[in-house]
């Protein structure tokens, strides 16, 4: 499968379409789990479960994409060939390489902020919060560009060698960043503008909690959007720079067929 995916790489917009229509399923699995979650960390659960969380449905969304599941619905957890789609062993290699990026991307600018931000700032929080997402944008592109393509080799087990991963960028990266900043950032800018406009659903004034919790669920699946988009802008910048499973392998040297003698 992986080297069908080499021999005929569809174009960006193709990809990107099936990328969302295999990751639906993840989504609204893992939209269900982080949904019950933070009903249970608004009474006092813990935020670390919900990150680890998180980080695990990142994981599987680079596997879904980069296995292709052909029939969702009658092997939900199986490929064609009978690969298990969550390798719960590859989610938690993962899991270890994305706390890293997290720390690299998210932890640092924020610390850096909030160590220059003079503390007499008028409401120094939301100024942070707001100097820490701006500068996140284009320092967040600039690592995914050049080093995002370890986060699907670690989630599907491969190796992760820096060299090759720079090596691999430097055909890739400006391409990567450029995707990224005209179609996911877009996209994410767009649905938060869109979220901003409508007020959150108060519990209190639903005849029943089911409909917030159902509200909850569209709001976690659309917001998803621009992050399968930035999944499978990182997994198609994957299968372009690296060579499949198959070409790895040493090929059988076949034996030498001696030639016939000349009558």
Request: with cysteine; hydrophobic share 55%.
């Amino acid at each position: 499968m992986q080297s069908e995916g080499r021999a005929f790489m569809p174009s960006l917009f193709a990809y990107l379409v099936r990328a969302v229509a295999h990751s639906f399923p993840v989504v609204a699995f893992f939209a269900v789990l982080m949904v019950g979650l933070a009903s249970l960390n608004a009474d006092g659960g813990s935020n670390s479960t919900m990150l680890i969380t998180l980080l695990f449905f990142y994981g599987a969304l680079f596997q879904v994409l980069l296995l292709r599941p052909r029939r969702f619905w009658s092997r939900t957890w199986e490929t064609d060939d009978g690969k298990p789609l969550l390798t719960i062993a590859n989610l938690w290699r993962f899991l270890g390489v994305s706390l890293l990026y997290f720390v690299v991307i998210i932890l640092l600018p924020v610390t850096l902020i909030v160590d220059f931000t003079p503390r007499d700032t008028p409401d120094f929080r939301n100024a942070v919060a707001s100097l820490a997402f701006v500068a996140m944008i284009p320092w967040s592109g600039l690592i995914l560009s050049v080093f995002g393509t370890q986060l699907p080799a670690a989630a599907m087990g491969r190796p992760m060698s820096l060299r090759k991963t720079l090596r691999a960028a430097r055909k890739t990266w400006w391409k990567v960043l450029l995707q990224l900043a005209l179609i996911a950032l877009p996209a994410m800018l767009a649905l938060f503008w869109s979220l901003n406009q409508v007020a959150p659903p108060n519990e209190q004034n639903w005849p029943s909690p089911v409909i917030p919790f159902a509200l909850s669920l569209v709001e976690f699946i659309v917001t998803s959007l621009p992050v399968v988009l930035s999944i499978g802008i990182l997994c198609r910048a994957y299968e372009q720079g690296y060579p499949p499973e198959s070409a790895e392998v040493t090929p059988v040297p076949q034996p030498e067929v001696a030639p016939a003698a000349a009558p």
